[in-house]
């Protein structure tokens, strides 16, 4: 059973919410469901350390789906991973009657999570789901949590034996299928890392290759 509050912070539980997080639970593995939770406490966490006012629904939805474009749902796409991620955050918020102008928050939210240098400069909801994906991957930020802090939630929702490789396996698997979608991002480091077949595009080869005289 998910707790109600981690270090202070609360979990919703809506109706929305129930629903969002039984249908999330039933789409990813562990691995990738877990991730989401602890990325939506700590991006509460650094909300609340900044004092900024967010929807906590909100976060909480674009936490949860920021990584569902990795399951094998979506082993036939060609879009980027984020993008399935927040189509689908869209279409599960619209059926149930949400407006289109925080649907747009949540679609953003997913959809930029792993475009570095832009999301901190969007609404808090949008901000704060790159920092919380970013510390748990990363551990961007890490020392800006408390020991207490981060105890907590680790103790509400456990990181697994061995997450860095397994997260880098799930990157892997999400995207080996799609190769071009990881050109302009940083995804393309977790194709090489695990592919050593893999070639990376070089833009500046593109540009020269290009029709363009001069």
Known sequence: ???REVSGIRIPDSQLARELTEFVRDTESDLLYNHSLRCYCWGCLAG????????????????????IGLTSKYENSELRFEVDGANAAGDFLRSHGISE??????WNAVALHSTPGIPQ????????????AGMDVAGRG??????????????????????????IDAFYQG??????STIGT?????????????????MCAVIYASKWQG
Do not use: W
Not at 187 to 194: E, G, I, R, S, V
């Open 101 to 106: 102008a925080d649907i747009e928050t949540v």
């Open 186 to 202: 940083f995804n393309d480091d977790f194709l090489a890392h695990k592919d050593p077949h893999f070639q990376r595009v070089d």
């Open 121 to 132: 400069f969007m609404r808090a909801e949008i901000a704060l789901v790159q920092t919380g």
């Open 142 to 167: 890490y020392d800006e949590f408390t020991d207490a802090e981060r105890q907590a939630v680790l103790a509400a929702f456990p990181r697994e034996d061995d997450f860095k490789s397994r997260i």
């Open 1 to 3: 059973m998910t707790p």
């Open 48 to 67: 609340r350390r900044k004092a900024l006012k967010y929807d906590a629904e909100l976060l909480y939805a674009a936490s949860m789906f920021h990584d």
């Open 175 to 180: 995207m080996k299928h799609r190769p071009a």
